[in-house]
């Protein structure tokens, strides 16, 4: 006799309904991201757990009924309202940075992301938004932005030139008296510039080896030369220094001039 139990096509549909929202509220609660369903006017409708922690709020009841958009900081509050209404036309696409408002006030960056379902005819009836507390990145980022504004600081300081070229024989960096006194050009036609380019006609086969040495065979060197300034005729007389430096597999030379006119 055949003992398998049969489940009426309607009750497993029901089953597999079920089996679908637990693994959705699974993967919400497993999410280290933000995880908020609204509807299209932005109220909130579902809080993950880490939204909640990424707010400072204790519990879904706080937040739920309540405007997304209350809790941006005004500054940023109507540049979200139109990014969501260019997201919906297919404008925009990506993440979007926004600072946040926790519930003890403080501001915290957020990066969020938005995706709409739609009904049976097409038409977006809820939002999901994906949100990420970036607070460590802009951290980071801050400490970089330092560490540039020191290393542009000092080098800008040197009493000379100092510069670093690439394989291609191009300026990559170098400081505000080699920009504005030798070059003599904008900042970004500078990295357009070859080094050689700037050195006397009678000198460039001699500083061309010299720069070849150094970037091929990782060789130290100093020389004189005749260096023009910002095109030339006009020159003065540089003890040139180079030193080869490896960086991702790419290598660059690295030197100084010290004006011996």
């Known amino acids: ?11 497993a549909s029901e089953l597999e309904h079920v089996h679908s929202a637990q693994l959705y509220q699974a993967i919400i609660a497993a999410s280290a991201d933000g995880i908020t369903t609204t509807d299209m006017k932005g109220v909130m409708l579902d809080i993950s ?11 879904p009841e706080e937040l739920i009924g309540r405007s997304l958009f209350d809790f941006i900081a ?24 926004y600072r946040g408002i926790r519930k003890d006030g403080r501001i915290v960056p957020v990066e969020v992301n938005a995706e709409f379902i739609k009904n049976d005819l097409g038409i977006p009836i809820r939002m999901v938004l994906t949100i990420r507390d970036i607070t460590e990145r802009k951290k980071s980022e801050a400490i970089v932005l330092h560490e540039q504004l020191f290393s542009k600081i000092v080098i800008d300081s040197i009493p000379g030139t100092f510069y670093v070229i690439g394989a291609d024989g191009k300026y990559v960096r170098c400081n505000a008296y080699q920009r504005d006194e ?69 290598v660059f030379l690295v030197g100084t001039g010290i004006d011996m006119t």
């Open 1 to 11: 006799m055949d003992t398998d139990i049969k489940v009426p096509s309607d009750d």
């Open 49 to 59: 757990p880490a939204s909640l922690k990424i707010f400072g709020y204790d519990s």
């Open 74 to 97: 005004p500054e940023d509050s109507v540049r979200a309202t139109a990014d969501m209404a260019q997201k919906l036309l297919g404008k925009i696409d990506g993440t979007r940075e």
């Open 182 to 250: 030798i070059v003599g050009k904008s900042e970004e036609e500078v990295f357009k510039t070859y080094a050689i380019d700037t050195i006397h006609p009678d000198d460039r086969a001699l500083i061309q080896s010299k720069i070849e040495n150094v970037l091929t065979n990782g060789v130290d060197e100093v020389v004189e030369g005749r260096v023009l300034l910002k095109g030339g005729p006009e020159f003065r007389w540089f003890l040139m220094t180079g030193r080869r430096m490896t960086m991702e597999g790419n």
